[in-house]
T-cell receptor, first 113, second 117 residues
Framework: EDQVTQSPEALRLQEGESSSLNCSYTVSGLRGLFWYRQDPGKGPEFLFT???AGEEKEKERLKATLTKKESFLHITAPKPEDSATYLCAVLGLNSNSGYALNFGKGTSLLVTP | NAGVMQNPRHLVRRRGQEARLRCSPMKGHSHVYWYRQLPEEGLKFMVY????????ESGMPKERFSAEFPKEGPSILRIQQVVRGDSAAYFCASSPPKMDGASYGYTFGSGTRLTVV
């Protein structure tokens, strides 16, 4: 069974203090690893999809990387507006024919001025 | 270009009542997926629908829950005889036809927060 574990559960950073969020996964044949951002009272907002080990993607202060067992979301010089819950999800070969995302519980990030 | 629209945003029901949650996919999208987010839990897949067809309902509780996506109108997630444990945020996502999950990041709506009192 596919499993996704995110750590830490919560992270508090000072503005400008770079850090990384971790997503460890086990999946039967990775078809895609997804990162989403979720603000309170809102739905998940798509950030990145990674497909194979070694792949990296960047968007503003965020950079996502992927290995065979985990993904990292690096946040460089964060700002208070980066505060949100970051969700990781995987799609595997056995995941309901390629459409049922398996989500982790998320990392709640708070960036203080 | 409106995104995925869900309504109502908040819904309060007494135990034993029925809850109806609506989802209108993005324009041009014909695939709809429902997910549930329980407090302190991750998002869990419930059901995948295309117009007039339920493709996969393996994540739906066996009783009291049903979903439809008619030819015209929004997709409906229906919960009969609600219980306190049904209190959660219910999210809908949509994707275009002929694009599988790995090719498309899914667009989620803002969700319906159901509270059963």
């Amino acid at each position: 069974e596919d499993q996704v574990t995110q750590s830490p559960e919560a992270l508090r950073l000072q503005e400008g203090e770079s850090s990384s969020l971790n997503c460890s996964y086990t999946v039967s044949g990775l078809r895609g690893l997804f990162w989403y951002r979720q603000d309170p009272g809102k739905g998940p907002e798509f950030l990145f999809t990674l497909y194979s080990a070694g792949e990296e993607k960047e968007k503003e202060r965020l950079k996502a990387t992927l290995t065979k067992k985990e993904s990292f979301l690096h946040i460089t010089a964060p700002k208070p507006e980066d505060s949100a819950t970051y969700l990781c999800a995987v799609l595997g070969l056995n995941s309901n024919s390629g459409y049922a995302l398996n989500f982790g519980k998320g990392t709640s990030l708070l960036v203080t001025p | 270009n409106a995104g995925v629209m869900q309504n109502p945003r908040h819904l309060v029901r007494r135990r034993g009542q029925e809850a109806r949650l609506r989802c209108s996919p993005m324009k041009g999208h014909s695939h709809v997926y429902w997910y549930r987010q329980l407090p302190e839990e991750g998002l869990k897949f419930m059901v995948y629908l295309q117009k007039e067809n339920i493709i996969d309902e393996s994540g739906m509780p066996k009783e009291r829950f049903s979903a439809e996506f008619p030819k015209e109108g929004p997709s409906i997630l229906r919960i009969q005889q609600v219980v306190r444990g049904d209190s959660a945020a219910y999210f809908c996502a949509s994707s275009p036809p002929k694009m599988d999950g790995a090719s498309y990041g899914y667009t989620f709506g803002s969700g319906t927060r159901l509270t059963v009192v």
